[in-house]
């Protein structure tokens, strides 16, 4: 079965740019910061382990892989009233937090009501609704450890390792690495193929050096008024 999107809205998610990612060598994708997990979603036949920091996204995994069914996402209502707190309507929590999800795309904290645009295209419409249902059935042979990046990291798996962390210099993470030193060598030590993505700070144009890092590409984070999108300077290391 083949994913033609992403299962659920998240900040930083590689979906769209998996498809210049390098192809996965090894039978086996680990991604330990999971996040939208868009380059397994690209690559869903293969065997893929996933774990995440961040305890919505940690609940929202285990649920989509272990539990959810189609008729659950059906079950999902679509056009909402904005303001609508999610939390009183007659959903399973699995559910609720997929709801969530696509109306609060950066949002890893609380707040659980229906956006002013968690109704427009992309978000979650009918026609999101439909796919999500369809395609749901391609990620049943996946795997969500928990425990956490640096556990699965450690667990000596030979794998293609798509490492995708909290950047060092962008945004205002809630789980985040506190010696990016000690995690380069964590990462030195994996083994097998390792993708390994990081980002120039946007307000000082600091750049990540933990690694060997290279100039990847220039990626739209948000969309606003014409000439106002905001812009991340994406950079990779690929062994």
Partial sequence: MKVTGPLFKWFGSKWLSSKTLPEPQFDTIVEPFAGGAGYSLRHAHKKVILSELDPYISELWMWLIEEATPADI????VNIPEGTNILRLPLSYGQMLLLKSWQRTNNVGGCWTISPWGNKPGQWTESTRARVSEEIGAIKHWTFVEGGA????TSGIQATWFVDPPY???YDYKQRIEDYAH???V???LKGQVIACEAICPK???VPDYLPFKFWQSRIT?????NENHHSKELLWVR
């Avoid at 059906?74 to 209502?77: G, L, T, V």
């Avoid at 640096?150 to 990291?153: A, G, I, S």
């Avoid at 948000?222 to 014409?226: F, I």
């Fill in 150 to 153: 640096f556990e699965t990291m």
């Fill in 187 to 189: 990462v030195l030590e």
């Fill in 204 to 206: 000082t144009g600091k």
């Fill in 74 to 77: 059906r079950e999902i209502p």
């Fill in 222 to 226: 948000s969309r606003r008024k014409a």
């Fill in 168 to 170: 060092q210099y962008n």
């Fill in 183 to 185: 995690f380069a060598n």
